[in-house]
């Protein structure tokens, strides 16, 4: 059975850091591509981020790009997502997903096990 559990949100000022953390158990991690996506209240879920299975490869998203940073320890079966220069507009759920045999996709319809969310808010 494949979990992933989420963890790492919180409340931070504009122009702070967080970083979060996806730890994933009952797979081999390793033949699995992680994403990271954010739902803002009222809004849909969008792609943050994506790492292929071994690393090699990351992707961002428009309003992410050099400031978050997405990296994998497959020894420790956890993905994770550093986050700098927080805005509000940040301000969202974030979910880790996982696209087995995938190299890091942005269509979310393609990830098939999703954690359970952690909160991010970020104050202006």
């Known amino acids: 059975q494949v979990r992933l559990v989420a963890s790492g949100g919180g409340l931070v000022q504009a122009g702070g850091s967080l970083r979060l953390s996806c730890a994933a158990s009952?797979?081999?991690?390793?033949?699995?591509?992680m994403g990271w996506f954010r739902q803002a209240p009222g809004k849909e879920r969008d792609f943050v981020a994506a790492?292929?299975?071994?690393?090699?490869?990351?992707y961002y998203g428009d309003p992410v790009k050099g400031r978050f940073t997405i990296s994998r320890d497959n020894a420790k079966s956890t993905v994770y997502l550093q986050m700098n220069s927080l805005k509000p507009e940040d301000t969202a759920v974030y979910y880790c997903a996982a696209e087995r045999w995938g190299s890091g996709s942005r269509n979310r319809n393609l990830y098939g096990w999703w954690g359970q969310g952690t909160q991010v808010t970020v104050s202006s």
């Open positions: 009952g797979v081999t991690f390793s033949s699995y591509a």
């Open positions: 790492i292929s299975d071994g690393g090699g490869n990351t």
